[in-house]
């Protein structure tokens, strides 16, 4: 017979053990998919810690281990978890404050609408790369149309999925804040007209504490720095007073 090895209960190793699973997540100051596994971790009061890197120069012991060669990646007890929705899912599966539903096929639905909302975060994306105003105008109306489907099943509010908050709204939350600052560069606003329920529903998410916190009055600006770098259609909308358009054409 398999003797069981005997739990160490005291309050010392239970401490250790506290401290060794505490989450460590890699971060990159302005990448929304970061800011997700952020809002989770926030809303549900976890202890964590973050480690900040810089994606144009990344570190070699980063390279190592992000095989996507990407952030966010959540580093707990040794393991290493990447991709912003797994490690959501992790966070929401070992930690209370649910945000699933219980419903199985509601749960599904939900994890469908994040992975559009993942699609609508590259939209966001291309809108700063684009070069052509041509091509910068087909990207946004891209994004235009994808929210427009969301329109169509978003509940009455707060939230997406009614009074409760979910996964969708950790999902969609970085992109609004992202569509903010785009706005005031380009007339991408979401509006009354074609999206009134998602407008209410941004509303609701950018007042949030969790939300509102990691975007500190300094982050625009470091944005706009990013959009700048990126050379695209858009950063011609920057004051050029202010920034350097001579600037080397760079992702991050
Ligand atoms: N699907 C990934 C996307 C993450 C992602 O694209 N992160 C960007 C920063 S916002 C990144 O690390 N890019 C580094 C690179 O492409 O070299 C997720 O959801 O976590």
Redesign the pocket.
């Known amino acids: 017979m398999i003797q069981e090895k005997p739990v160490n209960n005291d309050l010392t190793s239970v401490k250790l053990r506290e401290e060794y699973m505490k989450p460590k997540l890699i971060s ?1 100051k ?5 800011k997700r596994a952020e809002i989770a971790l926030r809303y549900k009061a976890i202890q964590y810690e973050i480690d900040y890197i810089d ?1 144009a120069n990344p570190p070699e012991w980063f390279m190592d281990i992000s095989p ?5 990646i959540l580093l707990v007890g040794g393991h290493v978890i ?4 797994v490690i959501c899912e992790y966070l929401d599966d070992a930690y209370p404050n649910k945000l699933h539903p219980d419903d199985l096929i509601l749960r599904a639905e939900n994890r469908s609408w994040v992975e559009f909302g ?1 699609a609508c975060l590259w939209d966001s994306f291309y809108m700063t790369v684009k070069e052509e105003k041509d091509d910068f105008c087909r990207v946004r109306e891209d994004l235009f149309i994808k929210l427009d489907q969301v329109e169509r099943v978003i509940s009455n509010g707060p939230f997406f999925n009614g009074n409760k908050f979910s996964f969708v709204d950790v999902g969609f939350a970085p992109l609004f804040q992202l569509l903010e600052y785009i706005g005031e560069l380009n007339p991408i606003k979401i509006t009354a007209k074609r999206h009134p329920k998602i407008l209410e529903w941004k509303k609701q998410l950018l007042e949030l504490k969790e939300v509102k916190d990691l975007y500190p009055p300094d982050f625009k600006e470091l944005y706009f720095e990013q959009i700048l770098k990126r050379q695209g259609y858009l950063s011609k909308s920057l004051d050029n007073r202010k920034y350097d358009s001579s600037i080397k054409k760079r ?2």
């Open positions: 990159f302005l990448c929304p998919f970061v994606l996507f060669k990407k952030v966010p990447f991709e912003s929705t993942s992702i991050y």
